[in-house]
Every structure is written in C-alpha cells, then in structure tokens.
C-alpha cells in the first residue's frame, strides 16, 4: 500500500456565482521513503494541492475526492485528529520561511512548542532537543541560534530552521513547498542536499513541490508535471527529462539554460485564470502542436509507454528533439 493515495481531488474556491474550480481531478500516489517531485509554473495549482493534503485550505475553499494517508482518508477525519496527525506524521516547509516563522518567539522556543504538543516532551526538554535539530540541519553554534529570533538569521538559516521544525516529530511524509525560493543558488544546493541527506537518514518520503523543472531532475525520484490544476505528465524523471510526451513538459524543458550564448526558449503566454481556461486541452492556446482536434475535448491523462503518462492526444505523434 502507497503512503499516499490522492484520488480525484478537486478544489474550488467559494464565489458569489459559481464556485471556482482550480484543481481538477488530480491523482497521485508517494511511496514510502520516496522523492516525488511535483512541478509546473506559478499559479498552477501546486502549492493548493499540498494545503489540501494539509487541510490548511480557508474557509471559502472545498474539496472533493479522497487523500489517504496510511489507510485513513485525510479529508473524512476530525479536526482534532487532523491537528494531532499534521505536524507529526505529515509535515510541511512552507514556501516563504520569513512569514511562516513567528517574528516575536525565538527560533528553538517555536521548535521546542511543535515536540511539546505532539511528542509530550518538558519544556526543558523539548528546548534541549531543539538545539539537536538545529545542529541536524547544520546550522553552526545552535546553542546561541535557537535563542534567537528569525530576523537576526539568514534566508538560508531560516529556510534551515523551517526544515527543523518539519522534521522534529519524525514524520513519515514530508511536503516541501518550494524549499529555496529566493535563496542563491550555492545555498539552494545545500538546502536540497540537506533534504536528500534527512530523507536517507530517516526513510522519511517527500513531495517536493518547486517550478524548476531541473530541481525535480537532481532531487525526485518520479515526477508529475502540473498545468492549470491537472496533472499533464506523469513518469519516472529519466523518462520525463529524456523522452517527454507532452508539449507543455517539453517547454519547461526548453525553457532551461542552456550552453553560453544560446538564448532561453520561454513558453509563450502565461497560465490562465481558474475562469478563463480554454476550450479542449487547457494548454492548447499555448501549444506550438495545436491543431483544431484539441479544442474539442479536454484529453485523459493515459498511458503512452511503459509507465509514462500523458494528457495530449498527438503524444505518440509529436517528436522531441533535445538541445539541453
């Protein structure tokens, strides 16, 4: 059995008319001790979907559809009971550490609170092992760090610290929500080698949630390709990243760096709106291979090759030629 199964979540927003549909239908299943890698621009749905998965959705959010955890389904169960399972055995690093993170409680108090709530630790104790997690995740002297405040520490400091508080209470599923936004790129690699690094030790799995494609080509193990709340490509990352079917994977491909002097190929268009999505496949007004068929009918995400997945009806036909 997966430690994850999601299956047919749909998320909508609450509006004054209709509600707003912004995830569609979406399945996914993480193994145990697995790096799943889930990845598409902004505004694609992705960071909502892991909410879901959380129940940190607001008020004016709703779900349908199931997200089994170890056999119960996170949806049905009580508040309570979700409180005490979230942080424990499901936790998250949330996108932006300087706003997840309390600005007037120091950083080993805010780790120390989560190992007293869900582990019954001592305030003692819990303290003391909060300066453990804090060397754990690398950060020097954390004797004097986790008694200070998060202003007084780096983005990549405070990035480490979030990752601290995630994995204080051993969790079985951890979900990185764009781990190394706004870090430089020397610090986004060591964020990420910490992770893999946390990962082995603690046979802990992993949804890591990013919009580059190559963080998702070094780090996961199997990747899902997001566009406008659908999953549009699902594979091992060998096959994503070597043999992509479909054009809207093949784009962020092309949008890559490349050699010195060869100009970057971006997407042409944005993502649309929740309301304003196109008739057919919903990236067919963005699509290069668009031809009057994909307008008709939105495609079902089916199986191309041998364990690799697509939303596109021209997959078989469409010949990719790599000029990473």
Same mark, same amino acid.
């Given at each position: 059995?997966?430690?994850?199964?999601?299956?047919?979540?749909?998320?909508?927003?609450?509006?004054? !008319?209709?509600?707003?549909?912004?995830?569609?239908?979406l !399945?996914l299943?993480?193994?145990?001790?697995?790096?799943?890698?889930?990845?598409?621009?902004?505004?694609?749905?992705?960071?909502l979907t892991?909410?879901?998965?959380? *129940?940190?959705?607001?008020?004016?959010?709703?779900?349908?559809g199931?997200?089994?955890?170890?056999?119960?389904?996170?949806?049905?169960?009580?508040?309570?009971?979700?409180?005490?399972?979230?942080?424990?055995?499901?936790?998250?690093?949330?996108?932006?550490?300087?706003?997840?993170l309390?600005?007037?409680?120091?950083?080993?108090?805010?780790?120390?609170?989560?190992?007293?709530?869900?582990?019954?630790?001592? +305030?003692?104790a819990?303290?003391?092992?909060?300066?453990?997690?804090? %060397?754990?995740?690398k950060?020097?002297?954390?004797?004097? %760090?986790?008694?200070?405040?998060?202003?007084?520490?780096?983005? *990549?400091?405070?990035?480490?610290?979030?990752?601290?508080?995630?994995?204080?209470?051993?969790?079985?599923?951890?979900?990185a929500?764009e781990?190394?936004?706004?870090?430089?790129v020397?610090i986004? /690699?060591?964020?990420?080698?910490?992770l893999?690094?946390?990962?082995?030790?603690?046979n802990?799995?992993?949804?890591?949630?990013?919009?580059?494609?190559?963080?998702?080509?070094?780090?996961?193990?199997?990747?899902?390709?997001?566009y406008?709340?659908?999953?549009v490509?699902?594979? %091992?990352?060998?096959?994503?990243?070597?043999?992509?079917?479909?054009?809207?994977?093949? *784009?962020?491909?092309?949008s890559?760096?490349?050699?010195?002097?060869?100009?970057?190929?971006?997407? %042409?268009?944005?993502?649309?709106r929740?309301?304003?999505?196109?008739?057919?496949?919903?990236?067919?007004?963005?699509?290069?291979?668009?031809?009057?068929?994909?307008?008709?009918?939105?495609?079902?995400?089916?199986?191309?090759?041998a364990?690799?997945f /697509?939303r596109c009806?021209?997959?078989?036909?469409? +010949?990719?030629? !790599?000029?990473i």
């Amino acid at each position: 059995m997966s430690l994850l199964e999601v299956r047919d979540l749909s998320l909508f927003f609450k509006t004054s !008319s209709v509600p707003l549909n912004v995830v569609n239908k979406l !399945s996914l299943s993480i193994e145990k001790a697995q790096i799943f890698g889930l990845a598409g621009e902004s505004g694609c749905g992705k960071s909502l979907t892991a909410l879901a998965v959380m *129940g940190l959705l607001p008020e004016n959010a709703y779900v349908e559809g199931s997200v089994v955890f170890e056999g119960r389904n996170l949806l049905a169960m009580e508040k309570e009971a979700l409180r005490k399972l979230r942080g424990k055995e499901v936790s998250m690093i949330f996108q932006e550490p300087m706003t997840s993170l309390n600005p007037v409680l120091t950083v080993g108090y805010q780790i120390a609170e989560a190992l007293e709530t869900h582990t019954g630790l001592s +305030k003692k104790a819990a303290l003391e092992r909060s300066v453990e997690l804090l %060397r754990a995740v690398k950060i020097p002297s954390p004797e004097t %760090r986790a008694k200070e405040y998060p202003h007084q520490m780096s983005g *990549g400091m405070r990035q480490r610290v979030m990752i601290a508080m995630a994995i204080a209470c051993n969790p079985s599923l951890l979900i990185a929500d764009e781990p190394t936004t706004a870090l430089d790129v020397t610090i986004e /690699a060591q964020i990420l080698e910490l992770l893999r690094n946390i990962r082995d030790e603690r046979n802990m799995a992993v949804l890591l949630i990013t919009h580059d494609i190559g963080v998702i080509a070094e780090n996961a193990e199997v990747a899902a390709i997001m566009y406008a709340g659908r999953i549009v490509e699902f594979s %091992r990352v060998s096959a994503v990243l070597e043999t992509p079917k479909h054009p809207y994977t093949m *784009g962020l491909l092309e949008s890559l760096p490349k050699q010195k002097g060869i100009p970057l190929k971006p997407i %042409r268009g944005s993502v649309p709106r929740p309301g304003e999505l196109p008739l057919g496949c919903k990236f067919s007004d963005r699509c290069p291979y668009m031809i009057p068929e994909c307008a008709k009918e939105e495609p079902q995400l089916r199986e191309i090759t041998a364990g690799q997945f /697509a939303r596109c009806i021209r997959s078989e036909e469409i +010949k990719w030629e !790599s000029s990473i």
